[in-house]
């Protein structure tokens, strides 16, 4: 049964500690976006990948947040510092791209994501 | 850019009772248009999509979902609401031939006995 495997599903730290998120996609996919979700912002997209080359982290906070895939099989989020508002839940998806065009049908695969608590 | 609505935050029904959720998009190309619902402590599972085929879509667990071009609209019905049908949905829009998906703010559906 091929899912997205997101660890940790949940962290508790302390404001100004590194928190690190990491996910494997489905394999075979070639995208992977990373999305937070809170109640105040819904789901905003933080960075997405293809073929493990970042192509938007237009929403991610660089200052803060990094996002990186060492390889196919991983994708990192990483927070440095993590501050109290980084508190979310915080989702992996991956998906498959084909053609020159980028054509696909659309449909993203998501972890159960990990729920992350700054205190 | 692209963005879709979700009017209404919250809908009530009860069980048996047809269910209405609106979604509203705005795209400058053709969108690729999707459902995605969200049980509590889980991520998204896709119910439908639109690919710009048939605009009448169907899903699982019964639900179906109309592109109407003239409205830009997307709303998702089922004729018979289930108690396991309480979660939250979520419509989304991407421009045709890519991923990048656009959440709505979600609808939290809540099924009465």
């Known amino acids: 049964d091929a899912r997205v495997t997101q660890t940790p599903r949940h962290k508790v730290t302390e404001m100004g500690q590194e928190v690190t998120m990491r996910c494997q996609p489905i394999l075979g996919h070639n995208t992977v976006f990373w999305y937070r979700q809170t109640m105040m912002q819904g789901l905003e997209l933080l960075a997405y990948f293809r073929n493990r080359a970042p192509l938007d982290d237009s929403g991610m906070p660089k200052d803060r947040f990094s996002a990186e895939m060492p390889d196919a099989t991983l994708a990192t989020l990483k927070i440095q510092p993590s501050e109290p508002r980084d508190s979310a839940v915080y989702f992996c998806?991956?998906?498959?791209?084909?053609?020159?065009?980028?054509?696909?049908?659309?449909?993203?695969?998501f972890g159960e994501g990990s729920r992350l608590t700054v205190l | 850019a692209q963005s879709v609505t979700q009017l209404g935050s919250h809908v009530s029904v009860s069980e048996g009772a047809l269910v209405l959720l609106r979604c509203n998009y705005s795209?400058?190309?053709?969108?690729?248009l999707f459902w995605y619902v969200q049980y509590p402590n889980q991520g998204l599972q896709l119910l439908l999509k639109?690919?710009?085929?048939?605009?009448l879509v169907k899903g699982i667990n019964g639900f179906e979902a109309e592109f109407k071009k003239s409205e830009t609209s997307f709303h998702l019905t089922k004729p018979s609401a289930h108690m396991s049908d309480a979660a939250e949905y979520f419509c989304a829009v991407s421009p045709m031939g890519f991923q990048k998906l656009v959440f709505g703010t979600g609808t939290r559906l809540l099924v009465s006995p």
């Open positions: 998806a991956s998906g498959l791209v084909d053609g020159l065009a980028g054509g696909n049908t659309g449909e993203l695969f």
């Open positions: 795209s400058s190309v053709p969108p690729y």
């Open positions: 639109y690919t710009s085929a048939a605009t």
